[in-house]
């Protein structure tokens, strides 16, 4: 039997219905993908520090003497290492080895570490530069636990690990090639709206 119910029509969108995203999502996508970018250079700056930065001479660290104090324990599974301390005539002063957001455990051994006596070589950036240190725990007692200066320094030179840092640099490369593609969105579509005619040719 032949359905005769009426059918509705089926609605149809034309080019002059649709009407493109504004701008300003473009704009605002752009300066978020800048944002991320500029989030994960953070964790980089150890790469910017190895491009653009010489490694201190000896002369332009701290030289302290005094007693080592470790607070906490160093774990490989843990983010960061054990805080270090010196204790020195003029105060306590806090120490840590490798470059900023990407520190590392300093010295031999934590355990033994404590309470040993000795000098220590300091930079703001750069962390020890040196160290010659004298264990004074009953077991070990009298042992020395030290780093040469210039070891620390062929470390940073020749033996930068660039690969550790990779994933995060091909992160803020692709937020970087987002955030340009969304630009260039938000100019093609500001452009059209100043000038409706250049839109239509497309």
């Not at 219905?17 to 150890?46: E, K, M, N, Q």
């Not at 302290?64 to 104090?69: K, L």
């Amino acid at each position: 039997m032949q359905d005769l119910s009426p059918k509705l029509a089926e609605p149809t969108i034309t080019k002059a219905d649709w009407r493109p995203r504004s701008p300003r999502l473009y704009l605002a996508a752009s300066i978020f993908s800048v944002i991320v970018a500029g989030f994960y250079c953070i964790p980089l700056t150890p790469v910017f520090i190895k491009m653009f930065v010489n490694f201190p001479a000896l002369e332009e660290a701290k030289k302290m003497t005094g007693t080592i104090e470790v607070v906490g324990q160093h774990s490989y599974s843990a983010r960061w290492p054990a805080a270090y301390y010196i204790v020195t005539e003029t105060g306590r002063y806090q120490l840590y080895c490798g470059l900023p957001t990407k520190r590392i455990s300093c010295f031999g051994s934590d355990k033994w570490v404590q309470g040993a006596t000795g000098t220590v070589w300091f930079h703001e950036t750069f962390g020890l530069l040196q160290w010659e240190l004298l264990w004074q725990q009953p077991e070990v007692r009298g042992r020395t636990d030290a780093m040469p200066y210039l070891v620390e320094k062929n470390h940073f030179e020749y033996k930068f690990n660039f690969g550790f840092f990779q994933g995060k640099f091909f992160t803020v490369l692709a937020a970087l090639g987002v955030a340009l593609y969304q630009f260039m969105r938000y100019r093609t579509l500001k452009a059209e709206q100043i000038n409706p005619q250049t839109g239509e040719g497309h």
